[in-house]
């Protein structure tokens, strides 16, 4: 139906699930990508990453589709801005808020890492802040699973700079304890 977001390997749309007669948000591999098995893979291990989470402060993953030869992650459409986009526009949150945002992330976090998941990339962009006070911590298309040997990174450093722990940008190993620095960040 329309864009709401866009990243470096896919762009999201607010689409119609006409089997669950249900809005939902499609997030869809950019077609230049579509082409390279190992951005198709990533784009592949997102879905089952995140997919293994029921939390009710993580995106729900509903199903993974390929039309036309381009793969789709279905999920959960979450109708709020980022956190980014809240922060830009009205300036920095007041305490009570920060609280609440921080436990609703540390919960989601611990969701995460209790199933051997690091996020690598948590950010404001990736936090959406609905208007009841929810908060929906989103992509988790660089996490890397402990239990996927297909994931090691030797040599490379993967996530926003803004937002990584110094032991990462030094090449150390992604850690829940990195999450947890990204998330004081």
């Known amino acids: 139906q329309e864009e709401i977001g866009r990243g470096g390997m896919a762009r999201?749309?607010?689409?119609?699930d006409t089997t669950l007669q249900r809005q939902v948000a499609l997030k869809v591999l950019a077609p230049q990508?579509?082409?390279?098995?190992?951005?198709?893979?990533?784009?592949?291990?997102?879905?089952?990453?995140?997919a293994r989470f029921n939390h009710p402060n993580i995106v729900t993953?509903?199903?993974v589709v390929t039309d036309g030869g381009i793969d789709h992650i279905v999920m959960e459409l979450v109708d709020a801005p980022t956190l980014?986009?809240?922060?830009?526009?009205?300036?920095?949150?007041?305490?009570?808020?920060?609280?609440s945002?921080?436990?609703?992330?540390?919960?989601?976090?611990?969701?995460?890492?209790?199933?051997?998941?690091?996020?690598?990339?948590v950010k404001p962009g990736n936090?959406?802040?609905?208007?009841?006070?929810?908060?929906?911590?989103?992509?988790f298309g660089i996490a890397q699973a402990a239990d996927d040997p297909r994931l090691t990174t030797t040599g490379s450093i993967v996530g926003s700079p803004a937002f990584l722990a110094p032991?990462?940008?030094?090449?150390?190993?992604?850690?829940?304890?990195?999450?947890?620095?990204?998330?004081g960040a």
């Open 12 to 16: 999201v749309y607010r689409a119609f």
């Open 33 to 50: 990508l579509a082409l390279d098995q190992e951005f198709l893979r990533r784009f592949e291990r997102e879905a089952v990453t995140a």
């Open 61 to 63: 993953v509903h199903d």
């Open 84 to 99: 980014a986009q809240v922060v830009a526009r009205s300036g920095p949150l007041d305490e009570q808020t920060v609280l």
């Open 101 to 121: 945002v921080a436990v609703q992330l540390i919960a989601a976090l611990r969701v995460a890492h209790d199933n051997g998941v690091v996020h690598r990339d």
């Open 127 to 139: 936090v959406l802040l609905r208007a009841d006070g929810r908060v929906k911590l989103t992509d």
């Open 167 to 183: 032991e990462r940008l030094n090449g150390a190993p992604a850690t829940p304890a990195s999450d947890m620095w990204a998330l």
